[in-house]
């Protein structure tokens, strides 16, 4: 249920500043956001699951972190992040 390595590093290279980057925060938040929707749609089918449920609040609150530190460095990055993922209904 996990991200592949394909998508993984496609994502790397979307957002990343290089190919290696996977540290930043703007990779970071780009890869949880993936995992959230895959996760989300696992939780749609499976209502009761709630160790994925559990798993789900964690990654949400991680990239609420994520992003709280990317508005305070970034200003300019952060929308445009936000924008780039369709989150924060802005």
Do not use: C, P
Not at 16 to 29: E, Y
Request: aromatic share 4%; proline share 0%.
């Amino acid at each position: 249920m996990g991200l592949t390595t394909d998508r993984k590093e496609q994502l790397i290279k979307e957002y990343g500043l290089s190919g290696t980057d996977t540290g930043s925060a703007i990779v970071q938040i780009a890869l949880l956001s993936e995992r959230i929707q895959q996760v989300t749609e696992h939780l749609n089918k499976h209502r009761k699951d709630f160790s994925s449920q559990r798993g789900l609040r964690k990654m949400v609150g991680q990239r609420r972190r994520h992003l709280k530190y990317l508005k305070r460095r970034n200003l300019a990055a952060y929308k445009e992040l936000i924008q780039r993922l369709g989150i924060r209904g802005v």
